[in-house]
C-alpha cells in the first residue's frame, strides 16, 4: 500500500470513516461532500496560517497547478483533460498554456 493511501486510510479511520466516504465531508452531514465554500475557506485559512498572502491563492490556482505539474511530467494532455472533465482536448491545451512550441518539441523529442 502506497504512503498516500496509508495516509488517507489513517486520517479516515482517525474520524471514523471509510475509504468510501468522502475525505472532507460537510461539518453537519458526513454523508454530503462540504460545500465550494466552506472548501475555499479552508484554503484561506491554509494559506494565511503558513505565512503566505491569503488573497494570491485559492481553490482554482491550486487545481490549475496540480493540473501543469501532472502535465509537466507525463506531457500527457489527455490524461489531464480526463482529470480536469473537460469534454475537449483544445479547451485542457487552452487551460495549461499548451501552445504549438510546447507540441513541436514534444514532436522533436519523440523518435518513431
Known amino acids: 500500500m502506497d504512503t498516500a493511501r496509508k495516509t488517507m486510510r489513517a486520517w479516515l479511520e ?3 470513516g471509510t475509504l468510501n466516504d ?13 460545500s465550494t ?3 475555499a475557506r479552508l484554503v484561506h485559512e ?15 490556482s491550486l487545481r490549475r497547478t496540480k493540473a501543469s505539474i501532472i502535465y ?3 506531457r500527457n494532455l489527455r490524461a489531464v483533460q480526463i482529470l480536469l472533465g473537460h469534454a475537449k482536448i483544445d479547451s485542457t491545451g487552452r487551460y495549461l498554456g499548451v501552445d504549438v512550441e510546447d507540441a513541436l518539441e514534444l514532436a522533436e523529442r519523440t523518435d518513431v
Do not use: S
Open 72 to 74: 509537466k511530467a507525463t
Open 22 to 34: 468522502f475525505v472532507f465531508p460537510r461539518r453537519n452531514d458526513y454523508m454530503a461532500h462540504m
Open 46 to 60: 491554509w494559506v494565511a496560517g503558513i505565512g503566505l498572502p491569503a488573497q494570491d491563492y485559492g481553490t482554482h
Open 14 to 16: 482517525r474520524r471514523g
Open 37 to 39: 465554500r466552506q472548501y
